[in-house]
């Protein structure tokens, strides 16, 4: 059965970006431990390959790294606009009940009924 009820855990986008930090952080490092291993490897052919290594994992840690970074952003900008949307019901809900219009008044972004006009222009939604 279909709820008519969007809920939205505030806390586990929270965590989600919490998560996405500490992998961020993780996969941001630099890679001085690498350099560091070759250095002490004592074989020069081994210190070879590791650097190697590095310089081609380093290249697909900074993809993975912005790829991390823009799933951050993405998350917290769906959490905030969600938050500011919920913020701004709930303050239209509450003052609903307060404000009486007079008969035939329409409130401001309403369309009037019989006003044909259902296509809800301007207001960044459409009927569907």
Not at 14 to 26: C, D, I, P, R
Not at 65 to 90: F, H, M, P, S, Y
Request: negative net charge; hydrophobic residues 40%.
């Amino acid at each position: 059965m279909a709820s008519d009820q969007m809920k939205i855990d505030y806390g586990n986008l929270e965590h989600l970006s919490t998560k996405l930090s500490s992998a961020l952080n993780v996969v941001g490092r630099d890679l001085e431990g690498s350099v560091l291993l070759a250095a002490d490897c004592g074989d020069a052919g081994l210190a070879r390959k590791v650097v190697g290594f590095s310089t081609s994992w380093n290249k697909h840690r900074l993809d993975i790294r912005d790829t991390l970074d823009w799933l951050q952003g993405t998350v917290k900008n769906i959490r905030d606009e969600l938050e500011a949307v919920d913020t701004q019901l709930a303050a239209g809900l509450n003052s609903e009940g307060s404000a009486v219009m007079a008969p035939g008044v329409v409130a401001p972004g309403a369309v009037a009924p019989g006003s044909g006009n259902s296509s809800n222009a301007g207001s960044g939604f459409r009927s569907v």
